[in-house]
T-cell receptor
Framework: AQSVAQPEDQVNVAEGNPLTVKCTYS??????LFWYVQYPNRGLQFLLK??????LVKGSYGFEAEFNKSQTSFHLKKPSALVSDSALYFC???????????FGKGTHLIIQP | KAGVTQTPRYLIKTRGQQVTLSCSPI?????VSWYQQTPGQGLQFLFE???????NKGNFPGRFSGRQFSNSRSEMNVSTLELGDSALYLC????????????FGSGTQLSVL
């Protein structure tokens, strides 16, 4: 079975400061990792994914994520937060099998002006 | 290019009734997946259809079913509704290549009274 943990329900960051949203995963075999963002009353939007290769993955809207195999983590980062980054962020894992995407519970990111 | 379209946007049903939700994928996409989103359980995978065939299935009871038509449009049906079926139902489309990013619709908010 595969699982994803997002240990923080909410992360508060001041505008202009760096932000990190944490994610750890558990999966047998090679993981395929994703980050999605959900704005109020909207569906999810893809931010970035890790399949293989460079451990630092760059995505949309200036976000990036670092894959760490030894710590089984895939934290989402951004050097300078914007108020418009405030949203619900989901980490997800897919091992290419019959389970579809397995999502974490989500982390509310609040950027304060 | 038009995005993923889900109809209706809101539904109110009573226990015991059945409901059908509709999803039109992005043009050219052959895979449609369905997810249930609730505050308690988060996002859970229901099933995936590819070229009119169910390719993957999550851990939901048989009351939840779906189908896909030759134009890739998909419907999801829930029979004998229960209060716990109240949720946001999200549809996502992709070309069907494994581990490709998903494009989500805005969802159908189902309330069961």
């Amino acid at each position: 079975a595969q699982s994803v943990a997002q240990p923080e329900d909410q992360v508060n960051v001041a505008e202009g400061n760096p932000l990190t949203v944490k994610c750890t995963y558990s999966v047998s075999g090679n993981p395929y990792l994703f980050w999605y963002v959900q704005y109020p009353n909207r569906g999810l939007q893809f931010l970035l994914k890790y399949i293989t290769g460079d451990n630092l993955v760059k995505g949309s809207y200036g976000f990036e994520a670092e894959f760490n195999k030894s710590q089984t983590s895939f934290h989402l980062k951004k050097p300078s937060a914007l108020v418009s980054d405030s949203a619900l962020y989901f980490c997800a894992v897919d091992r290419g099998g019959a389970d579809g995407l397995t999502f974490g519970k989500g982390t509310h990111l609040i950027i304060q002006p | 290019k038009a995005g993923v379209t889900q109809t209706p946007r809101y539904l109110i049903k009573t226990r015991g009734q059945q409901v059908t939700l509709s999803c039109s994928p992005i043009s050219g996409h052959r895979s449609v997946s369905w997810y249930q989103q609730t505050p308690g359980q988060g996002l859970q995978f229901l099933f995936e259809y590819f070229s009119e065939t169910q390719r993957n299935k999550g851990n939901f009871p048989g009351r939840f079913s779906g189908r896909q038509f030759s134009n890739s449009r998909s419907e999801m049906n829930v029979s004998t509704l229960e209060l716990g079926d109240s949720a946001l139902y999200l549809c996502a489309s992709s070309t069907g290549v494994p581990n490709e990013k998903l494009f989500f619709g805005s969802g159908t908010q189902l309330s069961v009274l």
